[in-house]
Nanobody
Framework: QVQLVESGGRLVQAGGSLRLSCVAS????????MAWFRRAPGKEREFVAA????????YYVDSVEGRFTISRDNAKNTMYLQMNSLKPEDTAVYYC????????????????WGQGTQVTVSS
C-alpha cells in the first residue's frame, strides 16, 4: 500500500500563487505515475495534472496548462503542484493519487488517494 498526505492548500486572492505538496509513504517503489485531481463544489472530480515517476514527463488539463507546474522529488517521495495566476474557478479540494499498475498517467484509474487539501481563490 501507499499512503498519501497533501498539504499547502489555503485561501488566496485571484492572481496569486500556491504550491501544493503530496508526500508518499509505504510501498513507494511501486509508483509508476502520480497525479493531481480536484473536485469543485457541485462538480465531478477532474484530472488536473500527472507526472511519470521515472522520467518526469508531465501532462496537464487544458484549463491549467501554462499556469500550473507539476514536479516530483523522488528522493523525498514528494510530488508538487505549483499553481500560478490562480482564478476563482480553481477553487476546489485537490487530491493527489498514485498509479502502481502502470495503467498510464492520464485518466482516473489510480490506486491510492490522499485525503485532499482545500484551495480557495477569492475574486
Amino acid at each position: 500500500q501507499v499512503q498519501l498526505v497533501e498539504s499547502g492548500g489555503r485561501l488566496v486572492q485571484a492572481g496569486g500563487s500556491l504550491r501544493l505538496s503530496c508526500v508518499a509513504s509505504g510501498r513507494t517503489s511501486s509508483i509508476y505515475n502520480m497525479a493531481w485531481f480536484r473536485r469543485a463544489p457541485g462538480k465531478e472530480r477532474e484530472f488536473v495534472a500527472a507526472i511519470s515517476w521515472s522520467d518526469g514527463m508531465s501532462y496537464y488539463v487544458d484549463s491549467v496548462e501554462g499556469r500550473f507546474t507539476i514536479s516530483r522529488d523522488n528522493a523525498k517521495n514528494t510530488m508538487y503542484l505549483q499553481m500560478n495566476s490562480l482564478k476563482p474557478e480553481d477553487t476546489a479540494v485537490y487530491y493527489c493519487a498514485v498509479d502502481t499498475r502502470d495503467v498510464g498517467p492520464v485518466g482516473y484509474d489510480y490506486d491510492y488517494w490522499g485525503q485532499g487539501t482545500q484551495v480557495t481563490v477569492s475574486s
